[in-house]
């Protein structure tokens, strides 16, 4: 059974950092493609940032470029989102998701497994 459990949310003032973590189980994670969503109230769930399993390859949305930071331990299967300099339109609920074909999707649909997410919370 494929677990993935998100910590880390919070909420923190504008300028503020976070960072959130997910731990995965159940799965080959070395082999699966990790990504982060997010999901604000009355809109739809957007892409945030992808890993690549294997290696450095990171790709992120524009509205978190230079912000966000995705990484990954395969060692301790945990996928990371290192969350810098907030803004109010960052809060959201985000969501880890695994793909285990391991190929590159920023689409939702796409990844398999779901975390049940962790509440980011923004203050202006």
């Known amino acids: 059974q494929v677990q993935l459990v998100e910590s880390g949310g919070g909420l923190v003032q504008a300028g503020g950092s976070l960072r959130l973590s997910c731990a995965a189980s159940g799965l080959t994670f070395s082999h699966s493609t990790m990504g982060w969503f997010r999901q604000a109230p009355g809109k739809e769930r957007e892409f945030v940032a992808v890993n690549l399993p294997y290696s450095y390859n990171r790709y992120y949305a524009d509205s978190v470029k230079g912000r966000f930071t995705i990484s990954r331990d395969n060692a301790k299967n945990t996928v990371y989102l290192q969350m810098n300099s907030l803004r109010p339109e960052d809060t959201a609920v985000y969501y880890c998701?695994?793909?285990?074909?391991?190929?590159?999707?920023?689409?939702?649909?796409?990844?398999?497994?779901w975390g049940q997410g962790t509440q980011v919370t923004v203050s202006s």
């Open positions: 998701a695994a793909d285990a074909s391991g190929s590159y999707t920023t689409t939702g649909s796409r990844y398999e497994y």
